[in-house]
């Protein structure tokens, strides 16, 4: 079974960074795609970022260039996203979804001075 808890969140200030993570009961990497999407309040989800299950990488436009996606060979269980350059237009809750079906219960990211 697939449990996907994303943690990482918190508070932090414009221009600053911030690593979630995204991890499963077993393993992902090699096996499911995984992606981020986020939701600000009183907007449609977002797309964020994905890795597929070959390791192939795509963002959104807001995100690109500031974002990464990566996961460790060394924990197959989970996968993260690098923020940098984080902006308040960053903020929203932040979702990890396994294989397009699993989603996680989200964690929040608030970019305030």
């Known amino acids: 079974q697939v449990q996907v808890v994303e943690s990482g969140g918190g508070l932090v200030q414009p221009g600053g960074s911030l690593r979630l993570s995204c991890t499963n009961s077993?393993?992902?990497?090699?096996?499911?795609?995984v992606g981020w999407y986020r939701q600000a309040p009183g907007k449609q989800r977002e797309f964020v970022a994905r890795?597929?299950?070959?390791?192939?990488?795509?963002y959104g436009d807001s995100v690109k260039g500031r974002f990464t996606i990566s996961s460790d060979n060394a924990k197959t269980n989970t996968v993260y996203l690098q923020m940098n350059s984080l902006k308040v237009e960053d903020t929203a809750v932040y979702y990890c979804v396994v294989d397009n079906i699993f989603w996680g219960q989200g964690t929040q990211v608030t970019v305030s001075s």
């Open positions: 890795l597929s299950s070959v390791g192939a990488r795509q």
């Open positions: 077993g393993t992902i990497i090699g096996v499911y795609a």
